[in-house]
């Protein structure tokens, strides 16, 4: 069933369904984290329900932002909820597989490409029997590698790449972009509560980038021993 939820209350909205993945925290800080330039040409590589996109162009001024998305219902509603929203202008979402990116667009056209991709190789862990929930979960149709390759000719001289992933493939994924040339510039830790180990990192990345690494402040989902936010992931909300 379809709802409509506000990404940022009273302003932003997005159409969800059950039917299909769900956003959840990690589209939102990663929309959050990203830097984008005034009159930035920026693309979403998996942009799923639309998240961040909606959440890109609502909060600064790129010139377009481009999402590419295989499976047709979730391109269908996102389309809405930029309709919905009077973003028609800034955000075109298109039915690809990543895949078959450069069919679509030229050799570095983006200033920024940004993405929240399956987090699950395809051998581990229970795959859902749901098709849709499955594709946004496991690497069925496209495996980090081949973001990266992607993201690598997709992207500028000096354009950046934003993802978020699992702590525990960290070192797989910046074998991966350092082999594309693409370097690793700065993270941000994820946890759950200030107890528990991060289990998740925010990563930028510069397309042919100079050596030099830092590790910012981490992000702390919930207050210790509660289920409420903190006040860094409210005021990512935007609530209080």
Same mark, same amino acid.
């Given at each position: ?18 039917? %299909?993945?769900? %956003? =959840? ?10 830097? @984008? ?23 600064? &001024? ?42 679509? %667009? ?8 940004? *993405? &929240? ?7 581990? =862990? ?47 994924? @910046? ?50 021993? *509660? ?14």
């Amino acid at each position: 069933m379809e709802e409509i939820h506000y990404l940022v209350y009273d302003k932003l909205r997005i159409i969800q369904n059950d039917d %299909f993945f769900k %956003f =959840g925290t990690d589209s939102v800080l990663l929309a959050d984290y990203a830097q @984008i330039k005034d009159d930035d040409m920026v693309l979403d590589l998996g942009s799923g329900s639309g998240v961040i996109p909606l959440l890109l162009a609502y909060k600064n &001024n790129p010139a377009q932002i481009y999402g590419l998305e295989i499976q047709k219902p979730l391109v269908q509603m996102s389309n809405r909820s930029v309709t919905l929203n009077n973003l028609k202008k800034k955000i075109k979402i298109i039915e690809a597989d990543i895949k078959n990116a450069m069919n679509i %667009f030229d050799d570095n056209q983006f200033d920024v490409v940004i *993405t &929240n991709p399956p987090y699950r190789p395809e051998g581990v =862990g229970k795959i859902c029997e749901n098709e849709y929930k499955a594709i946004a979960r496991h690497e069925l149709k496209i495996d980090i590698e081949e973001i990266s390759e992607k993201s690598a000719r997709l992207l500028r001289a000096g354009g950046r790449l934003y993802l978020v992933h699992l702590i525990q493939r960290l070192p797989q994924i @910046i074998c991966f972009l350092k082999k594309y040339n693409i370097e690793p510039k700065e993270m941000k830790l994820v946890q759950a509560r200030s107890d528990k180990s991060p289990d998740r990192f925010l990563l930028k990345a510069v397309m042919d980038g100079n050596p030099g690494f830092v590790i910012k402040k981490n992000i702390i989902e919930f207050k210790d021993g *509660t289920d409420q936010y903190t006040d860094q992931i409210k005021n990512i909300y935007g609530v209080d």
